[in-house]
């Protein structure tokens, strides 16, 4: 059975620290990474990683794939309050797409 | 663009009730999904469909879980009779993907928050 895990769970930083989340997977046929951002409303995208090594960024966001080691990390540095969300991973093959449980990240003054 | 649009945002019913939740997704997007997502949770996917056919409903509970989307843009989910379980957010999103769902982002709407009590 296909599985994203995503660690930690929860996370609380005060506003300026740097902040790096997990995104494992075991999936047959991987085609695909995405992390979006879910806030009170809709989650909304940030990354799509396809290729192994290669980093994608926007701001100061930064993701990263390793297929060898079946994990992806998201990277937020001088953190601020506006970035306290719910940080959802899923994973894309062909047929089928498989979310992380999430990671929930509280920024403090 | 115009997002994916759901209605209503919230629904609160009791046990043994129905309740029914619309979407509009994105202009041209072939792909719709709902998906239930239970606090503290990732998004469970319920049903997708590809125009207006059914491509994957393996985890709709079908007893109690129906879907529809006839003219292969909007669609409604229903549940009837609901159950305390059912109490979750029920996301709408829908992609450009026509039959490779790796690597269309999805598009989610701002769901239904439903409480069963």
């Known amino acids: 059975e296909d599985k994203v895990v995503q660690s930690p769970l929860s996370l609380v930083v005060h506003e300026g620290d740097t902040v790096t989340l997990n995104c494992s997977y075991e999936?047959?046929?991987?085609?695909?990474l995405l992390w979006y951002k879910q806030e009170k409303k809709a989650p909304t995208f940030l990354f799509m990683l396809t290729s192994s090594g290669i980093e994608k960024k926007s701001g100061r966001l930064s993701s990263i794939l390793d297929k060898k080691e079946l994990f992806s990390i998201l990277n937020i540095t001088a953190t601020q309050t506006g970035d306290s969300a719910v940080y959802l991973c899923?994973?894309?093959?062909?047929?089928?797409?498989?979310f992380g449980t999430g990671t929930r990240l509280q920024v403090t003054l | 663009e115009a997002g994916v649009a759901q209605s209503p945002r919230y629904k609160i019913i009791e046990k043994r009730q129905s309740v029914a939740f619309w979407c509009n997704p994105i202009s041209g997007h072939a792909t719709l999904y709902w998906y239930q997502q239970i606090l503290g949770q990732g998004p469970k996917l319920l049903i997708q469909f590809q125009n207006n056919g059914v491509v994957d409903d393996s985890q709709l509970p079908k007893d109690r879980f129906s879907a529809e989307r006839l003219k292969g843009v909007d669609s409604t989910l229903k549940i009837q009779p609901a159950k305390l379980e059912d109490s979750a957010v029920y996301l709408c999103?829908?992609?450009?993907?026509?039959?490779?769902?790796?690597?269309?982002?999805?598009?989610f709407g701002n769901g239904t928050r439903l409480t069963v009590t």
């Open positions: 999103a829908s992609s450009l993907a026509l039959g490779s769902s790796y690597n269309s982002p999805l598009h």
């Open positions: 999936v047959t046929n991987f085609r695909s």
């Open positions: 899923y994973t894309g093959t062909a047929s089928k797409l498989t």
